[in-house]
């Protein structure tokens, strides 16, 4: 059977209308801001220096709300298993969009109160038909009886480990053993991917999780803080050949999820047949 | 496939009409600050 799924580009838990940082135009309001803080600085005109960088600042704060709401939004879509944004960005984003509107023309710009208050809401509405808001749903689908929030900390926990692990392996100067330690990295993601499509695999690697990725964290640590010419041929023969076996060790990890998952699908052929039977 | 695009088009047009009225509001606001300086 193809692995292939349909695809259907309007699923609101899939697809975002922005699925990365960028279209955030905003900042570009910041330039007329900027201007007119200048030349007020320039005619010592101090009130409207003073009101100016106020508007400047409330454009550039909801400019960077924005930024992190998309980036927040962004990582959300990209991630199979994840919770949704504790504090929502965009919205605050959206309401501060109106507010900096508001003060810019009624305080900053001398125009009627009302007229502020028609442009900020109009502002408010266009931001949020533009970007729209945040994600609301978690993503805790096919947890299983694991907590949902365990799973995603120890992945979270698991990959800042390998980050950590990759920059360590920068200050290796042997090459081999720098390759070795990739594959067994690149290994490593691979089944904290499978674990992330599939949570209840974290029972089954659990140990993976706790020892192997430790281990290698810490022999990585031990091995870039001593000087590289103090270090034997012995030692890195020894440390080459543990790389090959941790390599092994992985392969036999993803194997076994992969088991597992096969398992899982026999039984509930199994399941469907009896309820058939019957 | 009819649906599909209208949908399609339907999200496209919320996307100009939430540009144009941010363009059209903020966008112009920006300016008065540096309008009301030069008088």
Do not use: C
Not at chain 2, 15 to 32: E, N, Q
């Amino acid at each position: 059977m193809s692995n292939a799924k349909r695809y259907n580009p309007f699923d609101p838990k899939k697809k975002s209308t922005f699925t990365s940082t960028r279209g955030n135009f905003l900042y570009l309001f910041l330039a007329p801001l900027f201007l007119s803080v200048i030349l007020a600085l320039l005619a010592r005109n101090i009130e409207a220096f003073v009101l100016n960088g106020i508007a400047f600042g409330l454009f550039f704060a909801t400019a960077k709300l924005n930024t992190i709401g998309l980036k927040n939004e962004h990582a959300y879509h990209t991630t199979l298993l994840t919770k949704a944004p504790k504090t929502p960005f965009k919205f605050i984003a959206g309401v501060m969009l109106g507010l900096s509107t508001l003060y810019t023309a009624w305080i900053a710009g001398g125009e009627t109160p009302l007229t502020g208050l028609f442009l900020g809401a109009i502002s408010t509405t266009g931001y949020f038909l533009y970007y729209g808001f945040d994600p609301k749903v978690d993503k805790l689908d096919n947890v299983g009886d694991i907590s949902a929030e365990f799973v995603i900390q120890t992945l979270a926990e698991s990959r800042a480990k390998l980050a950590s692990i990759e920059n360590d392996m920068s200050l290796i100067s042997d090459r081999e053993l720098r390759g070795k330690l990739q594959v067994a990295i690149d290994k490593a993601y691979e089944i904290l991917s499978n674990i992330e499509e599939d949570p209840k695999d974290l029972r089954v690697a659990r140990k993976f999780i706790i020892v192997y990725i430790d281990g290698i964290k810490k022999v990585t640590k031990s091995y870039t803080e001593l000087p590289q010419e103090e270090i034997k041929a012995e030692t890195k023969e020894r440390l080459s050949h543990l790389l090959s076996d941790v390599e092994q060790r992985f392969d036999k990890e993803i194997l076994r999820l992969k088991k597992n998952n096969q398992f899982d699908l026999d039984v509930h052929i199994d399941v469907l047949q009896e309820q058939i039977k019957n | 496939m009819l649906e599909l695009n209208r949908k399609n088009q339907g999200t496209a047009m919320q996307k100009l009409f939430g540009f144009l009225f941010i363009l059209l509001s903020a966008g112009l606001t920006v300016w008065y600050p540096l309008g009301k300086l030069l008088g």
